[in-house]
């Protein structure tokens, strides 16, 4: 057993007659790599947005533990990293200024956040456009702008919305290899994808979530053994057999969209980020 740094308990997430989350519940180790899997509206970004803070369970709690010390996570803001699905890069801005401004927010001093981008942007081979504006990114760019973003304040735990979501096959791939290395240098990470294979490749436990319910925790060993099957897709697919509900608009949209991207840029300008995406 790891070292306990979150906490999820017993909780519970409503949007109006719905039940994003029921009664969830897994406790997060330092150094772990968890893969997050569920189909579209299984409840992975509503259980991200209440990892980081952003949202406040109807019931239950989400703790971080701190020195033996546990407190609500919205508490502890500050040693959560987050890429979310929407970038929300200032277009005008280059890469370096885009994650400078953030980091700042965070009271990391420029110099401190400079290195961190520095060493994490040649994983990403990245290093020669960070005094680029994002204007004129690539989607893979500016998902990577983002994912150094998130890591240059120092996070305790990074928390990735689909990272590798409609990336070309170069760029998931130096994704992928920056997890492993966060895993190397002993940090923690949380994974949200849709796919298996992926999960596969990345993460050493894997959490199935499928319409807000808790189906599988544990490693992809014993997934196969729980389920006899001899594939992680077989054994996925038996264990979410009841069709999967639809996905109410509002967790995707209009107020709590913006308020995930209000998140890392604190005032955001919607036009400039639309013409970004």
């Known amino acids: 057993m790891g070292q306990l740094l979150l906490s999820v308990k017993n909780v519970t997430k409503t949007f109006g007659t719905l039940n994003a989350l029921?009664?969830?519940?897994?406790?997060?180790?330092?150094?772990?790599?968890?893969?997050?899997v569920g189909s579209n509206g299984a409840g992975k970004t509503t259980l991200l947005r209440l990892l980081c803070g952003l949202y406040r369970p109807n019931l239950g709690n989400v703790v971080f533990v701190k020195d033996g010390d546990e407190k609500n996570?919205?508490?502890f803001r500050e040693a959560v990293g987050?890429?979310?699905?929407s970038t929300g890069l200032y277009h005008r801005l280059t890469a370096w200024e885009n994650i400078r401004y953030h980091s700042r927010l965070h009271g990391v001093p420029d110099s401190i956040s400079w290195e961190r981008t520095l060493r994490f942007s040649k994983a990403l081979s990245m290093s020669d456009d960070l005094m680029r504006h994002t204007r004129g990114?690539?989607?893979?760019?500016?998902q990577k702008t983002a994912l150094l973003r998130a890591l240059a304040h120092g996070p305790e735990i990074l928390l990735l919305d689909e990272p590798t979501a409609g990336l070309d096959v170069t760029s998931a791939r130096l994704v992928r290899k920056l997890v492993h290395q966060l895993k190397e240098e002993g940090g923690t990470v949380i994974?949200?994808?849709?796919?298996l294979s992926e999960a596969e490749k990345v993460c050493d436990r894997i959490i199935i979530l499928h319409n807000g319910q808790l189906r599988f925790d544990g490693s992809n060993e014993e997934l196969l053994l729980e389920t006899g099957t001899k594939s992680l897709e077989d054994a996925y697919v038996k264990l979410t057999s009841d069709d999967a509900r639809i996905k109410e608009k509002e967790e995707t949209e209009g107020w709590?969209?913006?308020r995930w991207r209000h998140l890392f840029t604190r005032k955001i300008n919607y036009t400039a980020t639309k013409e970004d995406e």
């Open 191 to 195: 994974y949200s994808t849709h796919n």
């Open 73 to 75: 996570i919205d508490k």
């Open 137 to 142: 990114f690539s989607r893979g760019m500016r």
């Open 22 to 36: 029921e009664e969830f519940s897994i406790d997060i180790e330092k150094g772990a790599v968890i893969g997050l």
């Open 82 to 85: 987050v890429l979310p699905e």
């Open 256 to 258: 709590f969209a913006k």
